[in-house]
């Protein structure tokens, strides 16, 4: 089987963090984003992975050509010379997607989830058609494209509505799919959307269904997502793999930590946090629902909430960072500063209050 991961551009949501790397090789859960998806792949039977970049490629094939001794699978890079939607990328690939008559799976790199890969294309070879969207329940349909199914034949889609104002239905296309290779014959080569163009006639053809995802989804493409992300993984963690969690008497709740991190057993961690390689914390620390990313320093008796600390940035003593806060690589946060959802671009020292939702260039 084959699989294409849509990597898309410049990741501006993710900013400052995207500003030194790629975002597919931002760590989520103390690894690379895009690992936890090419694990999950490579697990379901997928031997060719197809990454559609148009931004700064030779950073992510240096990074994961490693991974394809170490999964099996071979893995390539389909390179954009204008972004081209999320229906394009995939007519680019279209000598490895169609290289045999399996189906194959395309994913956005932002989604987090259990990815039931396998599931899905057991799903989708037992119904006989097309294409397959995996969709998630939402609480909030109304802000949301929203599947409605055929009444008569079960998850087949019959429409689909965009942002109801009356309800029709709380499943929502999850980023998730699987395809026959004959749809790429109605894709053209220019910047397509999948959504809007393709499935369109998948559905008129009565040839798209749904598959429902159990378990925790989030795109984690923004920083409040990408933290509300990181609670629904460590809970699903907990659940499935409780030994990966951190335990002490200064761990509260779910609490993942790289083993060469130093914590100060004064220290309080936790719950939802994640301590990445080689982050020291010091004495008197609170630290919960955040991020530490590697060689970062959070000195005594800083206040940390709601945050994600970027790779080799200091927090310093008594300071106090709150509110979706993000520092991007090698900041100084000076002793006693005040920072409430600010963004804080690279190499930048800070040594007066930041006001909410500010940005510091």
Same mark, same amino acid.
């Given at each position: 089987? #084959?699989?294409?991961?849509?990597?898309?551009?410049?990741?501006?949501?993710?900013?400052?963090?995207?500003?030194?790397?790629? #975002?597919?090789?931002?760590?989520?859960?103390?690894?690379?984003?895009? &690992?936890?998806?090419?694990?999950?792949?490579?697990?379901?039977?997928?031997?060719?992975?197809?990454?559609?970049?148009?931004?700064?490629?030779?950073?992510?094939? *240096?990074?994961?050509?490693?991974?394809?001794? *170490?999964?099996?699978?071979?893995?390539?890079?389909?390179?954009?010379?204008?972004?081209?939607?999320?229906?394009?990328? &995939?007519?680019?690939?279209?000598?490895?997607?169609?290289?045999?008559?399996?189906?194959?799976?395309? &994913?956005?790199?932002?989604?987090?989830?259990?990815?039931?890969?396998?599931?899905?294309?057991?799903?989708?070879?037992?119904?006989?058609?097309?294409?397959?969207?995996?969709?998630?329940?939402?609480?909030?349909?109304?802000?949301?494209?929203? %599947?409605?199914?055929?009444?008569?034949?079960?998850?087949?889609?019959?429409?689909?509505?965009?942002?109801?104002?009356?309800? @029709?239905?709380?499943? %929502?296309?999850?980023?998730?799919?699987?395809?026959?290779?004959?749809?790429?014959?109605?894709?053209?080569? #220019?910047?397509?959307?999948?959504?809007?163009?393709?499935?369109?006639?998948?559905?008129?053809?009565?040839?798209?269904?749904?598959?429902?995802?159990?378990?925790?989804?989030?795109?984690?493409?923004?920083?409040?997502?990408?933290?509300?992300?990181?609670?629904?993984?460590?809970?699903?963690?907990?659940?499935?793999?409780?030994?990966?969690?951190?335990?002490? *008497?200064?761990?509260?709740?779910?609490?993942? @930590?790289?083993?060469?991190?130093?914590?100060?057993?004064?220290?309080?961690?936790?719950?939802?946090?994640?301590?990445?390689?080689?982050?020291?914390?010091?004495?008197?620390?609170? %630290?919960?629902?955040?991020?530490?990313?590697?060689?970062?320093?959070?000195?005594?008796?800083?206040? @940390?909430?709601?945050? %994600?600390?970027?790779?080799?940035?200091?927090?310093?003593?008594?300071?106090?960072?709150?509110?979706?806060?993000?520092?991007?690589?090698?900041?100084?946060?000076?002793?006693?500063?005040?920072?409430?959802?600010?963004?804080? &671009?690279?190499?930048?020292?800070?040594?007066?209050?930041?006001?909410?939702?500010?940005?510091?260039?």
């Amino acid at each position: 089987m #084959k699989g294409l991961i849509l990597v898309g551009g410049y990741g501006t949501r993710l900013r400052p963090l995207t500003l030194t790397v790629p #975002k597919p090789l931002v760590e989520f859960g103390n690894r690379p984003m895009i &690992l936890h998806q090419i694990e999950a792949l490579a697990a379901a039977g997928v031997t060719d992975i197809v990454l559609a970049v148009n931004y700064r490629p030779e950073v992510m094939v *240096e990074t994961l050509k490693k991974y394809e001794d *170490e999964f099996g699978v071979s893995i390539t890079f389909s390179v954009e010379t204008e972004p081209l939607g999320t229906a394009g990328p &995939l007519k680019l690939a279209e000598s490895v997607l169609k290289k045999d008559n399996s189906p194959f799976f395309v &994913l956005n790199s932002d989604v987090i989830c259990d990815y039931p890969f396998k599931e899905l294309a057991d799903f989708h070879q037992a119904h006989g058609g097309k294409g397959t969207i995996v969709a998630t329940k939402v609480d909030e349909p109304s802000k949301y494209g929203v %599947i409605v199914h055929d009444i008569a034949t079960p998850n087949l889609i019959d429409r689909f509505v965009e942002k109801p104002v009356e309800f @029709v239905g709380n499943r %929502i296309n999850a980023g998730l799919y699987i395809l026959n290779p004959e749809v790429i014959d109605l894709i053209d080569l #220019k910047p397509t959307s999948i959504e809007k163009e393709t499935f369109p006639i998948l559905v008129e053809q009565k040839s798209l269904y749904s598959f429902d995802l159990e378990g925790y989804w989030m795109d984690v493409g923004q920083p409040k997502d990408f933290l509300s992300g990181t609670v629904l993984y460590l809970n699903s963690l907990s659940k499935r793999d409780p030994a990966k969690l951190a335990k002490g *008497e200064n761990i509260v709740g779910n609490v993942l @930590v790289d083993p060469t991190a130093k914590i100060s057993p004064t220290a309080k961690v936790g719950p939802d946090v994640v301590i990445g390689p080689n982050v020291v914390i010091g004495d008197g620390v609170r %630290i919960t629902r955040s991020v530490a990313l590697s060689n970062s320093h959070i000195k005594d008796h800083a206040l @940390v909430k709601s945050t %994600i600390i970027g790779w080799n940035s200091t927090v310093g003593k008594w300071a106090r960072l709150e509110g979706v806060t993000v520092l991007g690589d090698d900041v100084e946060v000076k002793d006693e500063i005040y920072i409430n959802g600010g963004k804080v &671009l690279p190499h930048k020292s800070i040594s007066v209050n930041v006001p909410k939702e500010a940005i510091i260039m």
